[in-house]
């Protein structure tokens, strides 16, 4: 029987925007509710969103696993370690990353429980206005109704879809199907060459496809500093990983056990592929289905995004919306800051999101990893600067682990010597970058870091050396 439920602030999504906005107003004090719709294998609730369940989390898990299989097959003799008679256990690599993501949702229901958080497992909609604030539905597991002051929406993005080629999952698979393949393909093909692309056509590369990524634009990682990206490509080159750039991709057709991919190269010539599964990495969209925002009047962008101002403000008093279904990267770190932000704008507090410090990670090998400006929107800005690089092979840690390839890059403004922007190609890049960000929060000089001592030896040293350079007195290169 269906009872109505009173509450301060009611969250849609439990994604890491909403199930942290959620956590972050109650721990300021507030009534909480967060409804999420995610269903896991047996049918009970699955929080955390994209991120937890086909997203950062196992596609994370399956990138260790990989590399782990790649480096007992090739490294590891370096290091006088022989394998013999080395198999893939796929199953078993499939439901480590199940019992990680298991782990998260479970995380995520005991952090509401700690912090008097009530989940509602099912799918919300605005149902109308209520006295004071919002009337709020929950159809599914449990059906209810809730009236709070203030709605969050955090209800996330789906992969976007090729005009022509629906995802099955089984040939034309998006990310969900390619965090699941059950048989290690022998030609794996994807369709564009960003984050997902790269990271997911290295898993399997590593395992043993032979993959070939087909990108749109005729330039690699046009986001990324051009050093960075034209390293980065050499080194995925060298792995065996054939990106082909400037595709225009036409009919796609799945077959009983393959997909024909029909695309003009970048020399404009007519090609036709066949590959036994097919990855589409193109992007996603902000999922609003099933909101009923027209209901009360929630405006949307042209793009489908909630609209909001800096301050993640709808265009409805006291309805608020984050991470990636608003403007701005879809990196669930931003969601996060967002989720915080506004549950302490709601405190009245000042929530406060630096949108020029947040980091972006490609988890490949060499991982990528960069902060503020790259050397090209420098350069189109006019902007005077100085720049330092480090490769990672003058780096003594580095060349312990064995993993030497890429370099740290540093762009200083000219004047100030302020940092404005650090790219790393290289080993453990996504935690190096992190030092980079509290510089640049910081609005540390290049001189400043230079002058910090890192421990010895240290990737970070890296980092270091790269400041050095941007005064051009390197001390080890
Ligand atoms: P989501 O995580 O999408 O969560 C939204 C939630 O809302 C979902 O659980 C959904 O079921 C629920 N929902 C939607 N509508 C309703 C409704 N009406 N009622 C109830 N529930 C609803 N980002 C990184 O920063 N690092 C990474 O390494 C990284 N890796 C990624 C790898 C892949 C393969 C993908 C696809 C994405 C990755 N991302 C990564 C991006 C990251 O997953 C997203 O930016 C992040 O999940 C956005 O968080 P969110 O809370 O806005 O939305
Ligand atoms: P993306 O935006 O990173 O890359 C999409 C690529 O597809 C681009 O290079 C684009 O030029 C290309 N493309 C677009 N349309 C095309 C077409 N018709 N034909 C050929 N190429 C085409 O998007 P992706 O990889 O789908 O990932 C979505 C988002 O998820 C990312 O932008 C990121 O925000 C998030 N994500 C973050 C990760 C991380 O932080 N490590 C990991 C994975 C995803």
């Known amino acids: 029987m269906s009872t109505s439920k009173q509450f301060d602030v009611v ?55 990989s590399e782990h299989f790649e480096h007992a097959g090739h490294s590891f003799k370096d290091h006088g370690i022989d394998v013999a008679g080395l198999t893939l256990n796929l199953p078993q690599m499939l439901k ?20 008097k958080v009530t989940f509602f497992h099912g799918r919300g909609a605005f149902a109308g206005t209520a006295e004071g604030g919002y009337s709020i539905s929950v159809t599914g597991a449990n059906a209810d109704t809730l009236s709070a002051k203030h709605v969050v929406v955090a209800t996330g993005s789906n992969a976007r879809e090729l005009p ?20 290690v393909p022998a030609k794996l093909g994807v369709i564009g060459a960003g984050v997902i692309g790269l990271e997911m056509g ?33 080194l995925f080159t060298k792995q065996g990983l054939k990106v082909s750039l400037g595709c225009k991709i036409g ?11 029909e695309y003009a190269d970048a020399a404009g010539a007519a090609q036709t592929a066949v590959f036994d599964k097919l990855i589409i990495s193109i992007g996603r969209v902000p ?40 403007r701005g990267p879809m990196l669930a770190h931003k969601a996060e800051e967002e989720g915080v932000a506004v549950a302490e704008r709601i405190a009245g507090q000042h929530g406060h999101v630096n949108f020029n410090t947040v980091p972006w990670v490609i988890y ?23 720049a330092g690089t480090f490769p990672f092979m003058a780096n003594g840690r580095a060349r312990a682990l064995g993993d030497t390839s ?60 790269a400041m050095l350079a941007v005064d051009k007195r390197s001390l080890n290169f």
């Not at 969103?49 to 950062?56: A, E, K, L, P, S």
């Not at 080629?165 to 059950?182: H, P, Q, R, T, W």
């Not at 399997?204 to 993959?211: A, E, T, Y």
Request: glycine fraction near 10%; charged fraction near 20%.
């Open 164 to 183: 022509g080629a629906v995802f099955d999952e089984k040939l034309i698979l998006s990310n969900s199907g390619a965090l699941a393949i059950d048989a």
């Open 11 to 65: 969250v849609i999504g439990a994604g890491p925007g909403g199930y942290i906005a959620a956590i972050r107003a109650a721990q300021l004090g507030f009534s909480v509710a967060c409804i999420d719709e995610w269903v896991n294998a047996k049918g009970g609730p699955a929080p955390g969103g994209t991120c937890t369940n086909v997203g950062c989390i196992p596609s994370k898990a399956l990138l260790q696993s």
């Open 364 to 386: 490949t090998s060499p991982e990528i990893a960069w902060v503020g400006q790259t050397e090209q929107q420098l350069k189109a800005a006019n902007v005077a600067y100085k």
């Open 96 to 115: 480590r990353k199940d019992v990680v993501v298991k782990q998260n949702n479970e995380g995520i229901l005991f952090l509401f429980k700690k912090n």
């Open 406 to 465: 890429g370099m740290v890059k540093v762009l200083a403004d000219a004047t100030t010597d302020e940092i404005l922007g650090v790219h790393i190609v290289g080993p453990m890049a996504s935690e190096l970058i992190s030092e980079a960000v509290v510089a640049m929060e910081f609005r540390a000089s290049s001189e400043d870091i230079a002058r910090i001592c890192h421990a010895h030896p240290s990737l970070s040293e890296s980092t270091k050396e």
């Open 251 to 261: 009919q796609i057709t799945p077959g009983a056990n393959n997909v024909t991919v």
């Open 287 to 326: 999922n609003t289905i099933g909101l009923n925002a027209e209901s009360v009047g929630l405006k949307l962008d042209e793009r489908g995004f909630v609209a909001v101002d800096d301050d993640c403000k709808t265009s409805l008093p006291n309805v608020w919306a984050v991470g990636d279904v608003v």
């Open 202 to 234: 290295s898993v399997w590369r590593r395992l043993g496809s032979d993959v070939t990524i087909l990108e749109g634009l005729p330039t690699f990682l046009g986001a990324v500093d051009e050093q960075i990206a034209k390293e980065a490509h050499k």
